[in-house]
């Protein structure tokens, strides 16, 4: 009264010649359909998904972390209440950030303050409490400002004023001490004989001057401009 039918991974579907007949099988068909059922429930929600959270997907696994930030704040518009568009941001913004801070760290090697103090500042604004880029956009910006104060003592010294160029390169040591061109500039210049008593005090020891310096960076400073 009824046919077994082999299928693919051994299900069997029965087929009765009588209405009345019951399936011994009838339990896989249910599965099956169950199956199908939350598999059409689960491709509907992925395709629910906002453009732009499947954009920003594209771009996290192409390592685009900027436009994957952006393309996820969009599609958290769209879905507020995602935990995995929450997620994937999350994940993007701390990407993005160590990328800048990186790229921070590359330009400052290179004696480059002002693009490492602007891509220290791209990393914060991924992370703003991350304590990593915070001391580097920190460091940077006094970096930049003594790197300024040098130059100006550069100029005034290249005018034969020696006293002037030598405030500036102490204000810019003092402001960081790990400026070691303001040392290296320091050093030459009480290395010459022709000071005269306007700058007696380059002959006394260089840390007395700089209160407000780490005495200890000063010296190591000094050790390697020698």
Same mark, same amino acid.
């Given at each position: 009264?009824? +046919?077994? +039918?082999?299928?693919? !991974?051994?299900?069997?579907?029965? =087929? @009765?010649?009588?209405?009345?007949? %019951?399936?011994?099988?009838?339990?896989?068909?249910?599965?099956?359909?169950?199956?199908? /059922?939350?598999?059409?429930?689960?491709?509907?929600?992925? *395709?629910?998904?906002? %453009?732009?959270? !499947?954009?920003?997907?594209?771009?996290?696994?192409?390592?685009?972390?900027?436009?994957?930030?952006?393309?996820?704040?969009?599609?958290?518009?769209?879905? $507020?209440? @995602?935990?995995? =568009?929450?997620?994937?941001?999350?994940?993007?913004?701390?990407?993005?950030?160590?990328?800048?801070?990186?790229?921070?760290?590359?330009?400052?090697?290179?004696?480059?303050?002002?693009?490492?103090?602007?891509?220290? &500042?791209?990393? /914060?604004?991924?992370? $703003?409490?991350?304590?990593?880029?915070? *001391?580097?956009?920190?460091?940077? @910006?006094? /970096? &930049?400002? *003594?790197?300024?104060?040098?130059?100006?003592? +550069?100029?005034?010294?290249?005018?034969?004023?020696?006293?002037?160029?030598?405030?500036?390169?102490?204000?810019? /040591?003092?402001?960081? $001490? @790990?400026?070691? %061109?303001? =040392? *290296?500039?320091?050093?030459?210049?009480?290395?010459?004989?022709?000071?005269?008593?306007?700058?007696?005090?380059? !002959?006394?020891?260089?840390?007395?001057?700089? %209160?407000?310096?780490?005495? &200890?960076? =000063?010296?190591d400073m000094l050790a390697q401009a020698g």
């Open positions: 009264d009824t +046919i077994p +039918i082999q299928t693919e !991974r051994n299900w069997y579907l029965c =087929v @009765s010649h009588r209405p009345d007949t %019951p399936c011994r099988k009838e339990s896989h068909v249910r599965r099956l359909a169950l199956a199908a /059922l939350v598999m059409t429930i689960l491709n509907g929600c992925a *395709a629910w998904h906002s %453009p732009d959270a !499947r954009y920003g997907d594209q771009l996290r696994l192409a390592g685009r972390w900027d436009e994957a930030v952006q393309a996820y704040q969009r599609a958290l518009k769209d879905e $507020p209440f @995602s935990q995995a =568009v929450q997620t994937n941001l999350a994940l993007a913004r701390a990407q993005a950030s160590s990328q800048h801070r990186e790229k921070a760290k590359e330009f400052q090697a290179q004696g480059k303050w002002e693009e490492a103090r602007q891509a220290f &500042k791209r990393a /914060l604004m991924y992370e $703003p409490m991350n304590a990593d880029n915070q *001391a580097g956009y920190e460091q940077m @910006s006094r /970096l &930049k400002e *003594a790197e300024g104060l040098y130059q100006e003592g +550069i100029k005034l010294e290249h005018l034969g004023r020696t006293h002037e160029a030598l405030e500036k390169y102490e204000q810019a /040591l003092e402001l960081e $001490p @790990s400026f070691s %061109p303001a =040392v *290296a500039a320091i050093t030459a210049l009480a290395k010459q004989d022709a000071m005269g008593e306007a700058d007696e005090r380059l !002959r006394k020891p260089i840390t007395l001057r700089f %209160p407000n310096a780490r005495i &200890k960076d =000063v010296f």
